[in-house]
């Protein structure tokens, strides 16, 4: 193998290892701020379960989303209202977990997935937090009409 070839099957290799690292970092969830409030969201895979878990005492609502038979749930949209009417976070999911640090208060979640919405009311306390798991409908099957089933 010539000189030549080797130094950029090199400089190839090395900027191979520095991507894959740079896709590890993303991992690590830095809390995001919008209008003064910090969350995160995420928990696909063991590796950010974990770092959710550890970070999980800094927020004081804490909520999961799933289906009705118990899978997680990613890309749903959230938001949260203050009585009355002040909408203080949007947000889209990047896995089943959205954790957020909000005054103490009373609050409304409106969550959208696919053509489901939901709403939930929530009082987060002044002191410690709040866990919720938001269920839906597997949206895959949701709003599917079986035509005709086979004969018995």
């Known amino acids: 193998m010539s000189a030549l070839f080797r130094l950029p099957a090199i400089v190839f290799i090395a900027g191979l290892a520095v991507f894959a690292g ?3 970092a993303q991992t690590t969830h830095m809390p995001v701020e919008r209008h003064g409030i910090p969350y995160i969201t995420g ?14 005492s800094q927020y004081n609502l804490r909520m999961t989303f799933a289906t009705k038979t118990g899978s997680y749930l990613a890309d749903v949209d959230v938001s ?7 909408r203080l976070l949007r947000v ?3 896995g089943p977990f959205l954790f957020v ?11 959208h997935l696919r053509s489901q919405s939901l709403t ?3 009082q987060v306390p002044a002191r410690g937090g709040t866990e919720t798991v938001i269920r839906l409908e597997d949206p ?6 079986i035509l005709c089933r086979t004969a018995r």
């Not at 949260?80 to 002040?86: A, D, G, L, N, S």
């Not at 640090?101 to 969550?111: D, L, M, N, T």
């Not at 895959?140 to 009409?145: E, F």
């Open 22 to 24: 740079a896709g590890d």
């Open 43 to 56: 928990g696909i895979g063991q590796t950010e379960v974990e770092a959710f878990r550890a970070q999980a």
């Open 80 to 86: 949260i209202w203050r009585e009355p009417h002040q």
């Open 92 to 94: 889209r999911t990047h």
């Open 101 to 111: 640090r909000v005054p103490a208060g009373r609050y409304e979640i409106e969550v």
């Open 120 to 122: 939930q009311t929530v």
């Open 140 to 145: 895959d099957k949701c709003g599917v009409i």
